[in-house]
Structure formats: C-alpha cells, structure tokens
C-alpha cells in the first residue's frame, strides 16, 4: 500500500492548508498568485497544500480550471509542499478524470467526497465510488473526504474507513470535516499507525489533539497557521491553558468571519488581510465588501487576532 503518513509518535500535528483558489476581479483563476500561496505556507510550516476542495471551491470550478490549478501548484510546490489533490465530484467518471490528470501532473496524494448528488446511501456504495476513483490513480495514496454538512452522506466515517482499507489498496485514511468527536475518536482508533485520521474542524483541533490526532487540514490555516502552530507548541510543552487560550483566540475570529457572508467568504476576506489576497468567492457565494473586509479586519484585531499581513 502507497502511505500517506504525516503523524509522528511525538507530540506535534502536522498541519495541511486547504487551500483557497485565487480569482480575479471578474472571476478568472489567477494563477500568478499561487506561488505567492505556496510561499507563505512554506514560510510559516504547513506541510501540505490541499487543492481544490471545500474552501478552493472545487465545485464550483469546471474540469478545466481543476486541473490547471493542479498543474501549477504541482510546479510551485515542487520540492517544498506536498500537494492532494481533491479530485471528488458528482460524478465518479468525471472525478476519475480528475484523479488520472493529478497522478500524471505529480501530486503527492489524492483524496475525494462521497458523490453529492446521487447519493451512495450504504457504506459498500460509498467505497465502491471511492475504490473506482482511486483506481484511476493507483500510484498515488487516497484519502476519503468526510463532510457531510455539504455533501449530505451522513455514513459513519469509521465504518467506511473500515471497509474501504480491505477494498482499496491505496486507502491512506480519511480527512474528517465533521463534529462527531465519538465517531472521530473511534476513527483514531481504528486507524492506529496504519492510516491518517486528518482533523478537518479548525475548532476542534486542541480536544482531537489531546485525544491523539497528529494531523490537521484546513482553511484556517491560510490565514491562521500561525495561531495554531503557537497552540500546538503550547499543548507540546503541556502549557495546556495557554494552548486553550489560542483555541478560543481561533473559535472567536472563525466565529467573526462567518457573520460576514459565511465561513468561506469570511475566511477570504480575512486572508487578504492577513496571509494572501485570492480575490473573493464564486457565485453563489457573496463576497464581503471594502467595508465589511475592514470591519472584520477590526473586530478580530479588538480580539487580538494581528491581521498583519505576510
């Protein structure tokens, strides 16, 4: 089996940015600003970029902005970030597609969510579709994408990590988007040295931690890697009430950022402010303006969050 192997027995978590996709002011992929992208990351220590899932708006791009913003951050990230490449979509063939393209462009890994239409309604559906998505990239390890506020497949995540690592030879583990810290728990638990239980609930990162995850990925991280590298520092050194106070630091600026067009909306706006600037949403999510840019910008900085710029 190809692994995909970030944890170590220590106590830091390795932390991946789900990376946001860069537009221009009439909605074009800017593709210039991706080395900026991969520059800050590497700049801070995220170990991986994650391209083109939830917050780089995947859904919403056609097969051919997915696989040119593939392509050019495997060039960037080359030699410097792993890449994963999210290839899921509503349809198995066309996230075959995407699956082969990000094996011949040189990702690192690959990883997908359950079909979001037509919904598989059992387990040995879902791995079905997720065995014949990884199947057209069988050199690279695959990761299944668990966030069922948006693809509406509420299927455990442990019973499909169950089955999926008997029927898919490059199974490397799950990413888990989800508030379920029961079905997260028993994720760890079963995984144990041979998969990858990636947390994927910025807020829930120091409790999943305490419990033993060693890997995160996320879209905070574009903007709050820092944050959470000082958290993870502090829970390190078993300073566990400063570390509490940077994950209440986090839940408030997250918390902040929704109010203004939603998590996703508001995390790029908080981006421009503070990491890189990738333009604003896709419709039909609703941007933040100048203003509310600059009243968010001031209402996490009366929080004490720096929104300094890098």
């Not at 210039?32 to 992208?37: I, L, M, R, W, Y």
């Not at 800050?40 to 056609?62: C, I, K, P, Q, R």
């Not at 792993?82 to 393209?101: N, P």
């Not at 908080?270 to 990491?275: A, F, W």
Request: hydrophobic share 45%; with cysteine; charged share 20%.
């Amino acid at each position: 089996m190809t692994g995909l192997r970030y944890s170590t027995d220590g106590p830091d978590m390795a932390l991946l940015t789900a990376v946001f996709t860069p537009f221009t002011d009439t909605g074009e992929l800017d593709l210039d600003t991706v080395s900026k992208q991969a520059d800050d990351l590497v700049a801070w220590g995220s170990a991986a970029a994650y391209v083109g899932g939830t917050a780089g708006e995947g859904a919403s791009l056609s097969t051919a902005e997915r696989t040119a913003l593939v392509e050019r951050w495997c060039e960037v990230a080359a030699g410097r970030l792993d890449v994963i490449v999210h290839v899921g979509h509503s349809s198995v063939t066309e996230a075959r597609r995407l699956a082969a393209h990000a094996e011949s462009a040189g990702a690192r890994a690959i990883s997908a969510v359950a079909p979001y239409f037509h919904r598989p309604g059992t387990v040995d559906a879902l791995v079905d579709a997720c065995a014949a998505i990884a199947d057209a990239a069988p050199a690279l390890p695959f990761t299944y994408y668990h966030i069922p506020s948006m693809t509406g497949v509420d299927l455990r995540a442990s019973d499909v990590l169950l089955a999926a690592r008997e029927r898919i030879p490059t199974f490397a583990g799950v990413k888990f988007a989800h508030n379920d810290m029961v079905d997260l728990q028993r994720c760890l638990h079963l995984a144990g040295g041979q998969q990858e239980v990636f947390v994927g609930v910025a807020k829930l990162v120091l409790a999943a931690w305490q419990w033993g995850a060693r890997a995160a990925i996320g879209s905070v991280y574009n903007f709050a890697g820092p944050l959470f590298r000082q958290l993870l520092d502090h829970a390190a050194r078993g300073e566990l009430a400063k570390a509490r106070e940077c994950q209440m630091l986090a839940q408030q600026v997250i918390d902040a950022a929704a109010r203004y067009g939603g998590e996703l909306a508001g995390f790029k706006a908080l981006g421009s402010l503070s990491g890189v600037d990738c333009g604003g949403c896709r419709p039909p999510l609703v941007s933040p303006g100048p203003e509310q840019v600059a009243a968010l910008g001031a209402e996490v900085t009366g929080l004490g969050f720096a929104c300094t710029g890098r």
